[in-house]
């Protein structure tokens, strides 16, 4: 009994030396390991940091602390190695998040871009640019901060032909007025001098706007692409094709805000060769001429002349009007035709000699009256003289 008491002490001795050698093994920690952990920690603040100058100064001072540690007197793999793993991942983080900025600021297949949205864009990247020179040498090697340099530059000059398309396609009134009221309104006009000759009545209600919407759309025109001049965005010659374009649009009422439907006598159509404000029914109302009975110019019985207009000419039996290639309006009878001069006041006479005779065509608005002749100023009128026996004939309209 006494033998076997002893046995089972020296049994239980055995395992409580044993357990405490395991205990003793288990909480011995490598020399290493704070150092590592403590490199993980620096390198997971880095990361975490949203200032990119702070971010590429700490990096800086992480690898600095890298090569102290490489000289000490006995510097330990795992330690080396954690450094190396952290500092690639940081750059490589920068330098992605280097490519976003730069993809982000591509030009977008997706959706249209506006030169606001654009110049934002390259307003990004010149951020970036500023950025990156901190980097060099730190993120970046000379070669691939050289490289990374031309990708920035080379997305700027997408972005800034992606302004010139979008400033040479514009079809917005908008944009010209707001340049003029930038520009202009400020004193400070761009592009070459400008103002318009005086307009033939009825002009503003051809295109459809009026005087002051008008001069501030033409006037914003040269403010808005002499504007894109200035700043390098559009040269010279484009900016005189886009003007030409925006003052044809202008002109053909693309920016009207009211109807440009026009069914009353308008002098600037006329001018121009519509008489489509004409088209309808006119019966004559008075006629006349020389009998050379010594009793000169002098009202003649009706004889029922027909006066008869289209959108591009207007003829009676003796002559007809109309406006030919270079925008020049003609007076054509049996012996010819000969190009118009026009005269405007209240009224509108057009003029022409064919050989030997003169005619005459005068256009009278409403409210405007007729000097010495048979006349209803409530109504349009329109009359024909020909120096042919000072014949004359008036037309109203019905």
Known sequence: MKRSFSVVTVILTFIILLSGCKSQSQSKTNPYDSKVTSVNKTAEKIKSEHDISKKVSSLKDFEDDYQKYQHTKKPYKQVNSAYHHQIKT??????DSNKSTIKSASVSKSKEETQASLEKKIS????LKKEVEAEKEIVYTSPDFENLNKDIDKQIEKNKAGITSAILST???????????????QNNP????????PRAKGFYETVGLSEKDYFAIYTGIFDYYGNAVEQGLITKVQSDDAFQEAQSKLLAGKY??????IHNMNFYQIENGDYSGLIGSWKEVSEGGSMHDGQGVRELPLTGQKLNITKYKINDSQVSMTQKDGGITYF????GSEPATFDESDSLSVEATIGSQIYMIEFYPKGVPMAEEKDNSNKER???HSSNDSYYEIFERA
């Not at 940081?90 to 330098?95: M, N």
């Open 256 to 261: 009207a805000t009211k109807s440009t439907v």
């Open 190 to 197: 761009k592009g070459e001098s400008r103002g318009s000759t």
């Open 332 to 335: 054509t009878d049996q012996n």
């Open 382 to 384: 329109i009359m024909i």
């Open 90 to 95: 940081i750059k490589s983080s920068i330098q």
């Open 171 to 185: 079809t917005s009134s908008k944009k010209y007025i707001d340049a003029y009221n930038q520009f202009s309104m």
């Open 124 to 127: 990004n990247l010149n951020d």
